[in-house]
Structure formats: structure tokens, C-alpha cells
């Protein structure tokens, strides 16, 4: 499947994993197939996402709050480049609080621009 440090498109990525290839929780038959962060919105990714706000975004931040099963992340290192980190499992998800606004503090991020704070924990070494 993915090498973890290998540089993938989002056309692979699509090819294998289904989805769209533009947003960051592509989606195939309404489950979460990866996440496809860039650090600009998640500095500490792939620990932890800051998940945006708006009526499509917030919907499936939420629903990844809620996923079960190990996801495939990838990092965006240049244009159409895509490195794939390995595969994670939420662990954690704040909404609000003061540790949710700790892992927003220094992101560059507004309190306001975030929906969720997501945890992750690598599960395949």
C-alpha cells in the first residue's frame, strides 16, 4: 500500500484510498478514508490536527472524532506532494477548554478558525 517517507500524490492517494482529492478528510461512501494535513493549519501534525470551521467542515471534523479505526495520514511537503506519516488512531478530540485552547496557542490559528483539536497515536510502529 503507502511507505511511510515516501512522497505521494493525491491522485495515488484517490487511486488507492478513493475520495476527494482536495479536501483533508476525503471521504468514500460517507466513511473517512485518510487525513491530508498541512502543517501551516496543523504545525504539530501528524500528533495533532486543528480541524476547521464551516458548514461542510465541521460536520466531518466531528465525525472523525468519532472514528474507530486506524487512518492513513498524509503531510503535504511541496505542491502535489504528499508524504504519507503511517496510520493513526484518534485518541483524543477536544472541543473547547483550556487544553484546547493550548494546542491552538502558537498554531497561528484563531480560536475561532477551529472546530476540533484532534489527537493522534501512530499504531503501525
Known amino acids: 500500500m503507502f511507505k511511510p517517507g515516501t512522497l505521494y500524490s493525491r491522485k495515488d492517494i484517490h487511486d488507492q484510498l478513493g475520495g476527494s482529492k482536495v479536501s483533508c478528510l476525503p471521504m468514500k461512501d460517507g466513511a473517512i ?5 498541512l502543517k501551516s ?7 495533532v490536527m486543528l480541524c476547521g470551521v464551516g458548514s461542510r467542515t465541521t460536520p466531518v471534523s466531528e465525525q472523525l472524532t468519532r472514528h474507530l ?3 492513513p495520514i498524509f503531510i503535504k511537503q511541496a505542491a502535489n506532494q504528499w508524504e504519507y506519516a503511517g496510520m493513526f488512531e484518534v485518541v483524543e478530540s477536544l472541543h473547547d477548554g483550556a487544553r ?7 498554531s497561528g490559528r ?3 478558525d477551529v472546530s476540533f483539536v484532534v489527537r ?3 499504531v503501525d510502529g
Open 100 to 106: 484546547f485552547e493550548r494546542f491552538i496557542a502558537g
Open 33 to 37: 478514508v485518510a487525513a491530508c494535513l
Open 69 to 71: 479505526t486506524p487512518l
Open 120 to 122: 493522534f497515536k501512530r
Open 110 to 112: 484563531k480560536k475561532s
Open 41 to 47: 493549519f496543523s504545525p504539530e501534525a501528524p500528533q
